[in-house]
């Protein structure tokens, strides 16, 4: 056979080069070609999982908006969510994608960075849970300190399952992921629902989701697998983690800083139609984008060393394309009918329409990021993300600028 067989050549027709102790083209196909079949196993099981759950929640979250108002609504879902997303956020974007980023060899060395990054986030929840007391709201609801009390409780829980979620996205077991997520989120929605047809506070069913979402979240894990004994952290793992660590920090300012400008510069009701418009637009995110995006990550770095990553990115970004420019084109003359639809007259009149038609042309640009994205933090050199990291610090200083000038003037929240 020869040295480099033509690429038209199919693995069967070439005979092994083991017995050289060779890693040529010839045996890494057909681990790629594994890998990639998972991830699109594990996409379609996800996002197959997501959709009935989502639109069930969806709905719960659409007749819960009905009962309580504007104020209290953006209360709950831009000031405590952002407590829950800030807590949870080193976790998931510095710790998991660390431990995610080298073989399966090393996995007791994974799983020490996992038990490391739950410790991280139980100080992280305390620390924020006393900030959000002291510096509450200019009208906070009742009830407000313990709400927030009960979110960082929620996002400790939550982070009690890293170490098996590790192991499990290791093992490529994305199917249990989707199980998992799905039963948490219609739970949630379903909790949080009933606390406020109940005739409870926004803040309180929105608390009360979250620990129903937490602990139902754990339990699926721990359920099928437990986590195993704490182990050291190698010294490639912690490097990877301080690159990844700096990178996280800059996608916490792109992704959070809008709710932080939220809270400095806009009012209550303003912080509501924000939430209104994000929990609509985001709906796509959540569904589709996310889990694509978290099982390509997972999948690229699976991928063996001299695989292309084409075959897997070209599918990829042709699929998350189409929907943001679907979303762009049919979204802002629809936002209006949209609105007055699911929410009712109160919510159309506000500026939530002209919001969620600027939410809707955003798509775009976020379903090609996304993928991106993944593609890059899992293949790339150290140099390549040293240049990345100091790009997205570009964006955030141009991010922040825009919109507190934006804020300033009284653009409203569609700034």
Wanted: hydrophobic letters at 50%; charged letters at 10%.
């Amino acid at each position: 056979p020869p040295e480099h067989p033509a690429p038209w050549c199919s693995p069967a027709s070439v005979e092994p080069m083991g017995s050289r102790g060779d890693q040529g083209p010839p045996q890494s196909a057909p681990e790629a070609n594994g890998v990639i079949t998972r991830a699109f196993d594990g996409i379609a099981a996800l996002v197959g999982v997501s959709l009935l759950c989502r639109l069930c929640s969806f709905g719960f979250n659409i007749c819960a908006a009905r009962f309580v108002s504007q104020a209290s609504y953006g209360v709950s879902f831009v000031s405590l969510q952002l407590l829950n997303s800030l807590a949870l956020f080193p976790l998931k974007e510095a710790f998991r994608r660390a431990a995610m980023r080298l073989p399966a060899s090393e996995r007791s060395s994974a799983s020490g960075l996992s038990w490391l990054g739950f410790a991280f986030t139980v100080g992280v929840s305390a620390v924020l849970a006393v900030v959000w007391t002291a510096w509450p709201p200019s009208d906070p609801p009742a009830g407000y300190s313990l709400a927030v009390v009960g979110v960082a409780v929620a996002a400790v829980v939550e982070a009690a399952a890293e170490p098996v979620v590790v192991e499990s996205l290791i093992d490529l077991e994305f199917t249990r992921r989707a199980s998992a997520e799905g039963v948490a989120n219609l739970l949630r929605s379903a909790a949080a629902f009933a606390v406020a047809v109940a005739g409870f506070d926004g803040v309180a069913s929105f608390t009360v989701g979250q620990l129903v979402f937490a602990v139902v979240w754990s339990s699926s894990y721990f359920v099928v697998r437990r986590p195993g004994p704490r182990q050291s952290v190698d010294a490639k793992h912690l490097a990877v983690f301080w690159q990844f660590s700096g990178m996280a920090f800059q996608k916490a300012v792109l992704q959070e800083g809008e709710k932080v400008l939220l809270l400095a510069f806009f009012s209550q009701e303003d912080w509501g139609v924000f939430a209104l418009v994000t929990n609509v637009g985001s709906l796509v995110l959540r569904l589709l984008f996310a889990p694509v995006e978290e099982i390509a990550y997972s999948a690229f770095g699976k991928l063996p060393p001299d695989a292309a990553p084409f075959q897997l990115l070209a599918p990829l970004l042709a699929l998350q394309g189409s929907i943001g420019w679907t979303a762009a084109w049919f979204g802002p003359p629809l936002a209006t009918s949209g609105i007055f639809v699911l929410y009712g007259p109160t919510w159309a009149a506000s500026a939530a329409p002209q919001a969620l038609g600027a939410y809707c042309v955003l798509l775009l640009a976020l379903a090609l990021n996304g993928v991106l994205e993944a593609c890059m933090h899992s293949r790339a050199s150290a140099e390549w993300l040293r240049r990345a990291q100091a790009s997205q610090l570009q964006a955030s200083a141009v991010l922040v600028a825009a919109s507190s000038g934006l804020g300033f003037l009284g653009a409203g929240p569609s700034s």
